[in-house]
Structure formats: structure tokens, C-alpha cells
């Protein structure tokens, strides 16, 4: 067996971790200005634009493309709540080598391991494994931040071939990829089946007719090649099609719900090295022995962005690991994920620049990996579709919710919040595109009815965390009657403004339910971890979230949130990871 897999069972959680720790190691620290893949040659290769020769090699003796191949076609992907983690040792360094190299693959291999053909995932998975690159060409509705709205269109021919033409620019590895899945035009405009999707191999088409444009510069993710395609009177099979014409759409749609949930975790990387960055900065002490820590203000904003990536991780378990359990129910969750891991890690990248001040724009050094990390999570974030896109895509559900699931649907199952329990087999055509029910948010209201009954023994905050579930639980029975109120298929209402505000409000209390429940998993665990296991960190959670939606507030948790301060920097010192996983860093 490979040294990546390594002298364990894989599949197991054992396996999964010790493929995780290989990676990290592979690195080195991202700190030591020697190391040829620390930050100092990182800084370097991203001011020119490129990526950096060695860290690309580190990944092809990983054989990070494996990762993205289901299990049964040869490669390692089992568990997704494993490749959101896997990610982050990449995505703590550079977003442009995780996109570029290797995720952009996954998300244009989502669609074939949707909905493609017995032969149409082999072809992707030895593509894959043989080291190749594949692109994704995608329209202009379900991919909200195109360049342009240039697009491919497919013309049908009797025999059910087709001819491709049409330019796209913005494509990530447009040159650099051998297989391109392509979102094509085959119907009138404003259908919903107006577009069909094509997996193609560059290798198979005619010779000149496709054409690879220019390349355009970004602000973040400098070294991501964002090129374009044009492709010209290209004739291609009837097999080339994934699923069947005019399906693109609602592929786009299917695929997005696996694609979602692995957004947060990279985003959760990518202020992980910013918060690192920053409290290193704090800490420092000046010759006269004070640092910044003496400040209440940067200790809040040092406590502040550690929970709001504590409540990130939470969502991204729940969001990959409803991919196994509750795949009928995985729609809200993974939407909401996505959209609130870029709105609170913005927001906490505005803090902490305040307290960086002017080093905030140091483009080398230390404060260096700060700066590009700011530059490159809005790229990051926004590299499949828009926080609109997800937004919207939770609404529809929301009336439903209100009227027959918030308040009588059954908890989550257990498993949906322990972080290292093994999954049921992974199936990427069973998530549904609108869910069925809302047994998260049935667990913030179980959690808050276990508090009243069985207070938690030890710790002084007890009544502020059974206060705060209360408040939450009492939001989730306003944003129910708010919904209840509103047609299922009225359009018109659930776009207005006043329903974009109250679907913001439920990621909110989303992220609270799966704070709750991992708390309570890691209370119940014979192996958990202290730190999580200690009510303090979901009641400074809690209570960041309840004044983030303007409810009534109990006293403010001081000694929670010095608490959370403590672990925050003691990660630090003991170059840990700052997620529910305190993973140890090179």
C-alpha cells in the first residue's frame, strides 16, 4: 500500500487522517521562509502569476486527483465530509494550487458522477487518475459571477449527434485541461431545458476546432489560469451527452448540492492561516513586554473569528455528512453552508485587518500570507455561484418547511455531528434538489428542550447557553409563522426583500442547531475532545449568533469566550489547526 494511503484499513477514519496528516507534512511549515513551499515562495509564485512548480509536484506524488474518483472507479473518495478536510492543508497555503490543481476537477466531475453513463464515469475517473486535468464551461444562469455571459451552443442533429460552437471566457485551466464538461445551448432562450451538457475529450475532437483565448488577470487567485475556449463547428457523438438534452439545468442544480458542501472548508482554510497570521501578530510582545492582547478590542476580534470558524466547521459536517444520511434533506443545509462560510469569514477578515492596521497590505513576509488570503477568499467563495444563487435556492423550501416539518419532524440522526464516525456508502445521484424536511433544525429545538429539562453539570454558563437555545428556538417559531404566511409558489414574495433578510436569519439559526448538535455529541463521546466538549465554546457561539440577529441577550459570557481566547491561542503555540478537528500543522 502507498505511503499516502498508508498501513491502515482504508476507508476508515484511521486511513482518512493519516492521508490528511501526510499532506500537511508533505508542505512543510508555511512559516519558514526556507522552506521552498512555505509562504515566501508562495508569495512569489502568486505576484507572478504562476503556480508553483514544486507544490504541483507534492500533489502529483499524493495523487491528489484520486480524492475526487469515487471509490468504485478506482480512486479514494468515500466520504465527503473527508474531502472537505483533505482540502485544507492545501487551502491554508494557497487557494490558486487547491482550485487549480485539483478541486476545479471535482467540481467538473461532479456532473459525470451525477448523472453520467457507466462509461462516461470510467472515461472521468481514468482521466483523472492518470493525472489529467478536466474543465468545466458553465452557462450563464447557474454560474452567477461569469466575466461575461459569452456561452457554446449544440446544434441536434437527426442522427442525435451534435455540432458544438461558441466561445466561453473565465473558464479555470482552460488550457491545461484534456477533458472539458461543457454546458451547451441546445433550446430556445429562457427555457428551463435550454441547455444540454457535453463531456468531451480534447484528445478525440478534430484537430483546430477548438481554439484556446487569452488568459484573464484577477485580483485573487493570481496563479488559477482563467482562460477561454472557442470552439468552432465541432462535430461530436450522441454518447458525449450527460444525461439527456436539455437536462442542464437541472444537473446544474444536482451537481451544486454536492459541490456546495465542500465550500466551506476551503473557505474555513483560506482565514484559518488569516487568523493564525493575526494572532501571532497579537501575541508578539514589544520591548516594553505589552502586546496587543493587553487590547479587550483584539481579543474580542481574536475570539470572534475563532467561533465564527468553530460554527463554519460545524456546518460543513453537517453539509457533507447529510450527503450520506440525509440526502433528501441535504438541499437547505448545503446551500446555507455556502452561503453564510464567505458572509461570517469576510466579516471577520474586516476585524482583523483593523487590528493588522497598515501591514494589512504587506505583499511580502509574514503579513504577506495575510493580504493574499484576503485577496483570494472572495475568488474562493464565489467559484461556482453567487451568495444570491444560494440564498435563493434555500427560499422555496422554506414555506414547506414551515407548514409541515419546523417543530414536528424528528432530530438528526447522531451521526450527522460526530466528527469521525464512519458514513454509509456515498451516492451522488441520491440528494434531492428541494428537501423533504428540516431535522437539523429539529435538533436546536430538541437541544434547547434537553437544557430545560437536564441542565449541564459544572461550568458557570450553563443558564446563558439554555437561555440562548430558548432565544434561537423562539426565532425558528417566528421565521414559521413568517413563512407560513407565504404561498408556496408565489415568486414574487419569496424574491422580495423582506424573505431575502428571513432566509438569512435561518442560516443563522441552522448553524446554531449544528453547533448544538456536535456539543452534545462531544459531551457523549468516550474519546471527545475537552475543548469541545465544554459548554463555553457554543455558549459564546450562541451568543455571537443571537446579538449577530439582534435578540434579547443575557449577560454577556465573559469567562466562555476567555475560554475559547485560551484555546485559540494555545492552537497557536501548538501549531494546531483552528477547526473542530485542532488537526497539528507542519
Known amino acids: 500500500m502507498s505511503t499516502v494511503n498508508g498501513p491502515v484499513r482504508e476507508g476508515c477514519e484511521d486511513a482518512a487522517q493519516h492521508r490528511i496528516d501526510a499532506l500537511e507534512r508533505s508542505f512543510g511549515p508555511l512559516d519558514d521562509d526556507t522552506n521552498p513551499l512555505g509562504g515566501r515562495a508562495l508569495l512569489e509564485a502568486d505576484a507572478a502569476g504562476e503556480t508553483l512548480p514544486a507544490a504541483e509536484r507534492v500533489l502529483d506524488a499524493y495523487g491528489l486527483n484520486a480524492e475526487f474518483v469515487p471509490a468504485p ?39 459525470v458522477w451525477t448523472a453520467g453513463t457507466d462509461a462516461q464515469r470510467a472515461k472521468v475517473a481514468r482521466l483523472l487518475l492518470d493525472g489529467h486535468r478536466i474543465a468545466v464551461a458553465r452557462h450563464g444562469v447557474a454560474h452567477g459571477n461569469d466575466f461575461v455571459r459569452d456561452e457554446f451552443t449544440a446544434t441536434v ?128 510582545r514589544r520591548a516594553d513586554g505589552r502586546s496587543s492582547l493587553d487590547v479587550q478590542h483584539v481579543r474580542d476580534v481574536l475570539t470572534g473569528a475563532f467561533l465564527d470558524l468553530l460554527l463554519i466547521d460545524c456546518l460543513a459536517l453537517v453539509s457533507t455528512r447529510a450527503l450520506h444520511l440525509l440526502p433528501k434533506q441535504l438541499s437547505a443545509y448545503a446551500a446555507a453552508a455556502a452561503y453564510l462560510a464567505p458572509k461570517l469569514v469576510a466579516e471577520s477578515m474586516d476585524e482583523m485587518s483593523a487590528v493588522l492596521g497598515e501591514l494589512t497590505f504587506a505583499k511580502e513576509g509574514a503579513y504577506g500570507v495575510f493580504q493574499k488570503q484576503l485577496r483570494d477568499l472572495p475568488v474562493t467563495s464565489l467559484g461556482h455561484a453567487g451568495s444570491a444563487g444560494r440564498q435563493v435556492s434555500i427560499l422555496p423550501q422554506l414555506p414547506f418547511f414551515a407548514r409541515h416539518t419546523w417543530f414536528m419532524d424528528p432530530e438528526a440522526p447522531p451521526g450527522l455531528f460526530r466528527l469521525h464516525e464512519d458514513l454509509p456508502p456515498l451516492d451522488l445521484s441520491a440528494p434531492a434538489i428541494l428537501g423533504d424536511g428540516d431535522r437539523l433544525a429539529a435538533t436546536l429545538v430538541a437541544g434547547s428542550d434537553l437544557l430545560e429539562e437536564t441542565p449541564v453539570a459544572g461550568g458557570a454558563d450553563n443558564g446563558t447557553l439554555r437561555f440562548l437555545a430558548r432565544t434561537l428556538t423562539a426565532e425558528l417559531g417566528r421565521l414559521r409563522k413568517a413563512f407560513a404566511e407565504v404561498p408556496q409558489n408565489d415568486r414574487t414574495a419569496l424574491s422580495s426583500p423582506h424573505s431575502l433578510a428571513l432566509a438569512d436569519r435561518y442560516t443563522l439559526v441552522l448553524a446554531a442547531a449544528a453547533c448544538l448538535g456536535v456539543w452534545r455529541e462531544q459531551r457523549s463521546a468516550a474519546d471527545g475532545d475537552p475543548f469541545l466538549a465544554d459548554p463555553a465554546w457554543p455558549s459564546a457561539a450562541l451568543y455571537r449568533l443571537c446579538r449577530r440577529l439582534g435578540l434579547p441577550l443575557p449577560d454577556r459570557p465573559v469567562a466562555a469566550e476567555r475560554r475559547v481566547l485560551d484555546e485559540a491561542l494555545a492552537r497557536l503555540r501548538g501549531r494546531r489547526s483552528y477547526d473542530l478537528y485542532g488537526s497539528p500543522l507542519a
Open 73 to 111: 472507479l478506482g480512486g479514494r473518495l468515500r466520504r465527503m465530509d473527508v474531502l472537505g478536510r483533505l482540502l485544507r492543508p492545501v487551502f491554508r497555503r494557497d487557494a490558486s494550487l487547491g482550485f487549480a490543481y485539483g478541486l476545479n476537477c471535482f467540481f467538473a466531475a461532479t456532473p
Open 157 to 284: 442533429r437527426p442522427d442525435g449527434s451534435l455540432v458544438v460552437s461558441g466561445s466561453k471566457t473565465g473558464i479555470a485551466n482552460a488550457s491545461r485541461a484534456r477533458g472539458l464538461v461543457v454546458f451547451a445551448r441546445t433550446g430556445t432562450r429562457g427555457g428551463g431545458r435550454s441547455h444540454t451538457v457535453l463531456l468531451l475529450d480534447r484528445e478525440e475532437l478534430p484537430p483546430g476546432s477548438v481554439e484556446d483565448l487569452g488568459r484573464r488577470a484577477t485580483t485573487g487567485m493570481r496563479s488559477t489560469e482563467f482562460g477561454g475556449l472557442r470552439i468552432t463547428d465541432c462535430p461530436v457523438p450522441a454518447s458525449a451527452v450527460l444525461g439527456r438534452i436539455g437536462d442542464g439545468y437541472e444537473l446544474s442544480l444536482r451537481s451544486s448540492l454536492v459541490i456546495r458542501g465542500v465550500i466551506p472548508s476551503i473557505v474555513l482554510a483560506g482565514a484559518d492561516t488569516a487568523l493564525r497570521t493575526v494572532a501571532a501578530f497579537a501575541a508578539r
